[in-house]
Structure formats: C-alpha cells, structure tokens
C-alpha cells in the first residue's frame, strides 16, 4: 500500500485527494518505479480542472513527469536500483502518473538518468527543460549553425519551456532574441 493523489471526475465537478491505494491500481508497465520527485506542469493544473481536457481516463493518478529508482522490472534494459526519470507518453493523462509513490510504466518511456546527474537535478529541470533542449538539438541538427546563425528567436520566454531555453541558450551564445507579450510584466532575471 501506498499513497497517491487521485482525481476522480463526476457529473459536476472535478475532486482530488490523497489515497492509500496498492499495485493493483496503477496502469500497466514492466517496470515499477519508486517516485522521488515529480515537477509540476501547467498541464498538471488543466489536470485538476473539470473542463481542463486533460485526463481521459478518470479515476487518474496525474503527474506528467517523474524521476526514481527502479523498485522491479522484468525489462532487460532496466534493473533494480536504477536511476530514471519518466516524460510524456500520455502519463498521468490515460496512464497513471508521478503523483504518487510509486509509478509503473512501459520500459520503453524511460531514461536512464546519466550518473553525473542527480534524481533532483533531472525534475529540476523537468518536461519544460526536456522540451527546451529537444528543440535547440533540433534547430542544430536540421542545419541551424550557431557560427553564422548565433540567435534563436524564443517566444514565451516568460513560460516554463521558454525561461530554460534562454538559460541553456544565452551561456552558450545562442539566444539573443525573446518574445513577450503585452501582458509580461517582468522578464525573469538569469
């Protein structure tokens, strides 16, 4: 037994609490892993919405990211001990999530989180950091050379995605330009 938020959805509303639930209610997966952190995303708060279009399947345990030590697995990739992390994959959306103690998950949507990176330095950094990095390994790989094109048009630069992509970009000299719109206030100091 162990505990996980769980949201559960009626004809009016949305509601959320924290429960002792076992194995047994967790999405399939040949991998079961012990949830040390989870981050928490603008889609985990559409989560908790009733008409927030996020969950398919309710009751849910939501968390669209998680990073662990892999408690079992009958995945030859992965074994006991193992440092991973967990992004994207309909988790917490049609699979249960990281807000719970334990997740279990295809061994397919798991990375290894590298020895030099701790369990909480890979939430820090989380599905936006995952998202930032992705697209300027991206821009770099269909061409983008960052000798002769050295700046990277960032909107949203005051979001979860668009603040990392400026903090991984302007060290590296290559993000020179940010979006706002009217509404930005304040820029976030880096």
Wanted: net charge negative.
């Amino acid at each position: 037994m162990f505990n996980a938020v769980v949201v559960r959805k009626s004809a009016s509303n949305v509601s959320y609490k924290v429960e002792t639930v076992d194995e047994s209610y967790l999405s399939k997966g040949d991998v079961l892993v012990k949830v040390v952190y989870s981050s928490i995303n603008y889609k985990d708060m559409l989560a908790l919405q009733y008409n927030g279009g996020v969950i398919r399947d309710y009751p849910m345990i939501p968390g669209i990211d998680f990073a662990g030590i892999v408690e079992s697995s009958s995945n030859d990739k992965f074994k006991e001990g193992d440092n991973v992390l967990v992004t994207g994959y309909d988790v917490g959306v049609t699979h249960t999530g990281g807000f719970s103690e334990y997740a279990q998950v295809p061994g397919e949507w798991i990375v290894p989180i590298p020895q030099e990176m701790s369990i909480k330095e890979s939430m820090v950094y989380g599905t936006a950091g995952f998202t930032a990095a992705l697209s300027i390994f991206e821009l770099e790989k269909y061409g983008m050379n960052i000798k002769s094109q050295p700046e990277i048009l960032v909107s949203g630069a005051t979001g979860g995605v668009g603040s990392v992509a400026i903090q991984i970009g302007v060290p590296s000299g290559k993000c020179g330009f940010t979006t706002l719109s009217l509404f930005s206030r304040r820029l976030p100091q880096f």
